[in-house]
């Protein structure tokens, strides 16, 4: 009979090589070294990415420790007048196969059939509205978008010449924007003089919309050089009908319970150490929590966003982070780009109207703006798309906002923001009895104390090596004896696919594959198992 437990307990053991429970010294060296303990600091795209690829690859011992109480992280679906809208991540940009997010969505059936055209998959739009805006302007107007067919033609062609420097080419300072400036003031001196005026207001819109899609207060902190690395997949942007939630939870789903512990901020992390657990076996990494609970690791996978690290890269490393990953969390950048979602009882718009785009007449990309944040905010707003189907939703409107005026914005009330966003409405249509939305939803991404801003950005002074440098494992030094204790993921690590939900599963997946590389005995048993 106690020859047949000891047996019950050893077969499972002597199945799993790496699995060890609490077995005396001697037991332990027979058995080999303990399975991996992995931790991953937060629950976004590129966490939940990482521990489901490690889960699969026979990892058991993950947790993933989440400051909030959601998972999703910038991924964030919320109910909204009579349906769902998106607080963070909108669209798959570019749904076409190269692209792992429209990869997992079309494999579970969350997007409409639409996206799923081929035809739809080939078109290219770079990120940027793909419908014929209507637009209106701050004299209440509405002006026919034929008026700006030459000059946006043009506008996109510059947008593509940013694409052809090469490094070395550019000045130390040199900026999309100052690039685009420069085309500006070069072509102007052709334009017709009534027309002068309208095409500069109608260019400071694009350049708004070019902050909004950047994440950036202005495309002068764009650096020039690097900014042909961003790379777009094919397709046309396309939406999950159920919310980009519904991908979150499939992805999720697989994990056994108890993986994801949600409301545990951490508050440090201790490398290059020997931290013992209740078993006595020694760890080289200690994860400290806000709460006061801690947890050892073998290895600890860093998803945290890039606003966070730069709040947080001297306190939250013990020993700090080298110098040339400081250098890499102050010199990339990381900003705002918000959300205003408001609902109208009719909508003011044609049917038909896909995106409403609106331009303050006597504005300028060749003259500062005005720094009266207070007056001038919504003057940053880039546009509005029309949600659909307005049948399920209602009739709403989500306009975008970038930069210091997007995170005044979240200091505003709801009322203010109301009150800011009727007058705006009322000014552009040219009636001053517009009512007013009936409710209003917006995002606080600045605010956010574990996001800190929207998404990060190639900013002038830093390059794609800076990238690199921040996804670089720690210790560095690759005869470490203890190596790859620190890991970091997280859109704002992938070089090519930065500010993307597809970048930050990708690098999810990235360090999840550096770790299955790293643990070839535990790949062997799990192949095995499967055959
Ligand atoms: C996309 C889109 N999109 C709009 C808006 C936003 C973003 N993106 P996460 O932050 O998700 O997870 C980290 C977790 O860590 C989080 O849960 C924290 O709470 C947690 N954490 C932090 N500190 C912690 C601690 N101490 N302890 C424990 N946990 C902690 N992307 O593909 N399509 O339409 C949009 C948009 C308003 C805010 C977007 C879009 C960006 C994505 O949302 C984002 O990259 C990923 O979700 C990040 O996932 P993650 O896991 O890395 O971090 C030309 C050119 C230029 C380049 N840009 C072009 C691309 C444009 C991007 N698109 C923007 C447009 C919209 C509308």
Known sequence: MGMLLLLLVLLPLAAFPHTRGRLDSEQQEAMGPRAPVILIIGAGISGLGAAEKLHKHGFHNIKVLEATARTGGRIRTQSFAKGLVEIGAQWIHGPSPGNPVFRLASQFALLSPDALLEENQKINVGGHPSDIPVIYSSSGKKINPEVFANITELYNTWLEETRNFTDGECEPGASVGSFLRQKIVENSKGWDKELVEINLAFLTGLL????????????????LCPFREYTMFPGLDCTFPKGYESLVNHIKAPLPDGTVILNKPVKNIHWNGAFRDNNSDVYPVKVQCEDGDSFVAD?????????????RYLDFFNPPLPQIKIQAIKNLGFGTNNKILLEFEKPFWDPNTTYIQTVWEGDSPLTEPNKDLKQNWVRKLS???????????????????????????????????????????????????????????????????????????????????????????????????????????????ERNYYSTTHGALMTGWREAQRLIDRYPELRATVSKAKL
């Open 208 to 223: 708004n919309i070019e902050c909004c899609i950047s994440g950036t207060h202005s495309m002068d902190d764009v650096a």
């Open 299 to 311: 290895h600890v996978i860093v998803t945290v966003p890039l606003g966070f690290l730069k709040k």
């Open 383 to 493: 546009g509005c798309v029309v949600l659909e189907p307005p049948g399920q939703l209602g009739h709403v409107l989500c306009c975008f906002i970038a930069g210091k005026e997007s995170e005044f914005m979240e200091t505003l009330t709801d009322e203010e923001i109301l009150s800011s966003m009727t007058d705006l409405f009322r000014k552009m249509t040219g009636n001053p009895e517009l009512p007013p939305p009936i409710s209003i939803l917006r995002s606080q991404w600045h605010s956010q104390p574990y996001t800190g801003g929207s998404y990060s950005y190639v900013a002038v002074g830093s390059s794609g090596i800076d990238v690199n440098n921040l996804a670089e494992p720690l210790p560095t030094d690759k005869e470490a004896l203890k190596p790859m204790q620190v890991l970091f993921a997280g859109e704002a690590t």
